[in-house]
């Protein structure tokens, strides 16, 4: 691991733990040459997944973008940050278990609009709002309309 300050290869790890969820590593690391001390992250990757976008344009999948989409639709809900990680890599899970190597965005976007409802209905409006590409006010009253069915079907199932 290059160190991020002096670009030195000579680094060691001082202390590695699980994250609390059991699905990262966190290691400390110290720089041989300027003593600079970083944290690295370490998660397991099944396989390399592209995304084929609306364009039809093939990207490496980026599981950082995905994160930050999530974040800016969660910003300032009161939603830990751990639970939004779950989420995240709940949803990174299923697509390399999937089988497939290649997804289009679609999926990955419906993917994230099923855990968000579960989870926050601004945060889904939000999502809803850039992921459906919304131009007029009509749009958000239609994902309004469709979260107050699905409120009166849980509340029948109750």
Known sequence: MRCPYCNSDDTQVKDS?????????????????????????????????????KSGRKVPFDR???????FV??????????????MVSGIVRRLESSGEAIVEAGTIGTMVMEALKGLDDVAYVRFASVYRDFTEAADFEA?????AESLEDNNEIS
Do not use: H, M, W, Y
């Open 143 to 147: 994902v309004l309309g469709e979260l």
């Open 17 to 53: 733990r699980p994250t609390e969820d059991n699905t990262t590593i966190r290691r400390r690391r110290i720089c041989g040459d300027c003593g600079g001390r970083f944290t690295t992250f370490e998660r397991v990757q099944l396989r390399e997944l592209t995304v084929i976008k």
């Open 73 to 86: 639709a969660v910003r300032k809900r009161d939603i830990e940050e751990a639970r939004i990680e779950r």
């Open 64 to 70: 950082d973008k995905l994160a930050n989409s999530i």
